[in-house]
């Protein structure tokens, strides 16, 4: 039922309940069994257990489950079979070597899974209030999850609204239901029925959970609890939205995929070409010619896998999170670091976070004159600055500020920290900080008995039905009514007007000051007329409000705004230049978001398009989708509507960040590719649904972060196209050795795999993966923020990726096979005919390196300006010479010692191929860039 649209009477008899009495406790205790407690419902959380098994079927793991699997069966072999302990030890060791690895993997992953998102706990947790309730005629406090439909509330100023009301009752009642709306300013809440179709930002008779009171009180009955509430709907709503994978995600998942695959194939080929070889050459299969194959398989096995990318990427990855937080930008998840820097839309709540959620005067008209407010928040300092230019005098704007503060009972006080903080009305609380910025003080006007002599005599507080406040003073033994409302209400009831220290007739100025009613409304300024008169001390003890609120002297108006955030500005405009939309989604008025949006550079002009929520539900999902892509301000929108605008973006494959800071923020949050939070006024449940919080709650750090995403991304690619590389050298070193050594050569038989396994898991994990994550210290390579985020559905193989990585990976694979047919045929053993070959891996992908860094050359970085990188290298490169020396890593990966001349040659000619693809490349690049300077002259000829 639309109890908004329903008469009190009609709603009673619904739930079955009495204005008088309430409910009775049997009416209760039977309703909380039947709706339940009013709390909202809790996910359901995936068991720990399945968990870390779903971490077991990546793709990458089940290669090397595969790979553990073959190592451990030809181990048994040795052990109960051939009787070769040797080789039977190697397996082991080549097995457990790979489970640590798999642990070391899932762990990651199941670590980053355990620690996911608590919305739903944080919403539960903030429901520890209580209630003022009516049973059994008896007014008695209830805890809120006691609370049940049909119960008689009563709530004043300060209380917390604990599930949906229809007022019965109010007076001076003002909800805060930003939470809710997005609205920053309090609603006036009544009793009168609405129209079926209202939006819930004007059910003015109603109030919803969550909300809090303030100003005067109220009397409702409850219409609903727990996940029935709006609130809960929006519980709801996070329930039914699914978590997005980031681009990263997707990338490496699709390029597991695609690896597994091709590994599967690999080994199904290598393995079924040796035993075909065996057959042809000798004429049988041997259970040694098996254990041969089966060391080559489990090798391109470990080979075919960059089986230390999850480990790197999470490393870089939480490097990339500690650089967004020193600069205010908390990362919750850490596969998210990367996802700001492929948006393409970064969609904002207006309210505190465009804003600041604090309403201010900007501008004001006394005694004729049009002044400008300078200063910031609730801090009264800052000066007036007339419009035409000339000097401000106080006494022009003296009274009506005194008049503004009279008739007010809002204050700021500062706390511990000196902050200022308010309390009252947000409409009053900024005419407060208005005269105080001219040292006019409500109290001292009061207490100085002096030069002043100031008493209250009677107030006629706001109500909906006049829509002003009057305050009676009594002031040096004169009269006055003050009185301060709508422009429009006040206007028919002013007889005269104060203009250069002259009242004259309201009617010499009226257009002028109608005139100046629409610049304000026209910068999205809220105004309200200041007034008083002079009356007789009968009128001002016994005349009613009606008699007073007449024949008054305009003072002035003021225009009140929330205020857009300094800095944001800025922001938006180094976010268009990087070609991330920012598009505005609020639930306030679309006038007033209009206005904001284009102070801000979300838009260019006043006929821009402005959809609204009524529009978004006539709308289908087709027609929105249409519109989304060239719409930058969305107005009065509802949490659902917010789900749909992300969503059709989405399905125009669009990046999108959503920022936010009140609970009805938090479904969109968790909807959107990256959710982002305000740290210091979000509320609880946006934190926990968000992925980024901002902790000094500025738009700017977003910009931040977006660079910060664009430089990480980059490192992510470098360290990939380092890993690949690596790969795909150890991939082909190994297939020649298959497909190439068709017969013995010296002591190398035709099934000696090119590298152990366990010689390639110490250049994955050690050589390899060391440097690789150092690399997620470089800084941005270019200026990041003038590129265009890059296509989220595009592979990390992308953009010439692919072929650079084949074409390195071949090269360096090429002349790690041949330096191990070179050591074979001058007599080396097999042991260092494998060392050989493995240090010349080793020392290839180490000078690769600094040419992985750049996606131009390695002669465009200086190679000493990471030294990060510069210390892995060196650690990498002597611990791998370290283990071709020691009899322990003898025995375990099976290398060998060599001499000083050959580790000193291997070191050498590894780079020789580094160095000459890189200087071609630079001497290709440099013509490059010299024609396109030469074309851009005759351009401009």
Known sequence: MKWYSQEASTILKELDT???????????????????????????????????????????????????????ASAAYDFFVSGDQGHAMASVYEATAI?????????????????????????????????????????????????????????????????????????????????????????????EVVDDDTELGDRTNMGYSGSMVVNGNGIGVVVATGMNTELGKISGLMQDVDDQKTPIEKSVHSLSKKLMIIAAVIIAITIGYDLVKQLIQVGSISMDSIGGIS??????????????????????????????????????????????????????????TLTKNEMAVTRFLANGKVYNVEGNGYTPIGDFIRDDGEAADSKDYQRFLEVAVLNN???????????????????????????????????????????????????????????????????????YSLTKGAPDIIKPLAKFAMVDGEAIGINQVADDIETIMLEFANDALRTISITQREITREQALNASSTDLERDLTFLGLVGIIDPPREEVKASVRKLTEASVNVVMITGDHAMTAKAIAKQLGIIKSNDARVITGREIEEMTDAQLFDEVLDTRVYARVTPEHKQRIIK????????????????????????????????????????????????????????????????IFANILNFMRHELTTNVAEVLSLLLGVFLITSSIGNVTEVTPTLTALMVLWVNMISDSLPSFALGYDEAESDVMKQKPRDAKQSVLANGMLRRVLFRGGVMGGMVFLAFVWAAMQGFTVAQSQTIAFLTLVFGQLWHVYDARSVKTLFDRNPFSNSRLTLAVGFAATSSILVTLSP??????????????????????????????????????????????????????
């Open 648 to 711: 059709q973006l989405q399905e125009h494959e669009q990046v999108v960040g959503m920022t936010g800071d009140g609970i009805n923020d938090a479904p969109a949050l968790k909807a959107a590719d990256i959710g982002i939070a305000m740290g210091i006024n979000g509320t609880e449940v946006t934190k926990d649904a968000a992925d980024l919080i901002l902790l000094d709650d500025k738009f700017t750090t977003i910009e931040k972060s977006v660079e910060s995403g664009r430089t």
């Open 888 to 941: 322990f890593f003898n025995n375990v990966m099976g290398t060998a010692p060599l001499s000083m001349t050959m580790y000193i040659s291997i070191i050498v000619i590894s780079a020789i191929p580094t160095f000459v693809i890189s200087g071609i490349k630079k001497l290709i690049w440099n013509r490059n860039q010299s024609n396109s300077a030469q074309t851009l002259q005759l351009d401009s000829e």
């Open 99 to 191: 489970i640590l690895i798999v642990i070391i993997n899932s762990g990651l992953t199941f670590h980053q899974t355990r620690s996911a998102q608590k919305s739903l706990d944080a919403i539960s947790e903030m429901r520890q209030h209580h209630m003022k309730v009516l049973r059994d005629n008896n007014w008695t406090s209830v805890s809120a999850n006691h609370l049940v439909p049909g119960d008689i509330v009563s709530v004043k100023s300060g209380d917390f609204i604990e599930g949906d009301l229809r007022w019965l009752k109010t007076s001076e009642l003002q909800i805060n239901e930003s939470h809710l709306t997005g609205e920053s300013d309090a609603i006036q809440k009544t009793i």
């Open 409 to 479: 009972e809002a204050e700021i006080k500062p706390d511990n920290k000196q902050n200022w903080r308010p309390f009252g009305n947000p409409t009053d609380v900024s005419l407060v900080v208005l005269a105080a910025k001219e040292k006019i003080k409500r109290d001292e006007l009061l207490e100085d008995k002096g030069n002043r002599d100031i008493d209250i005599i009677r107030i006629f507080p706001f109500d909906s039905t006049r829509k002003m406040m009057t305050v009676v003073i009594k002031e040096n033994g004169k009269y």
């Open 18 to 72: 009495s204005r008088i009495h309430g409910l009775t406790g049997t009416q209760s205790q039977e309703r909380l069994e039947q709706y339940g407690p009013n709390e909202l419902a809790k996910e359901e959380r995936e068991p720990a257990w399945k968990m870390l098994l779903k971490s077991f079927k990546e793709p990458l793991i089940v290669i090397l489950l595969i790979a553990i699997g073959l190592a451990l």
């Open 295 to 352: 060391a080559t398989a489990i090798a391109i096995a470990v080979a075919s896998i960059p089986d230390a990318m999850p480990v790197v990427l999470s490393i870089v990855l939480t490097i990339g999170a500690k650089m967004m937080a020193s600069q205010k930008g908390l990362v919750k998840s850490l596969s998210s670091v990367e996802t700001l820097g492929s948006a393409t839309y970064i969609a904002s709540d207006k309210t505190g």
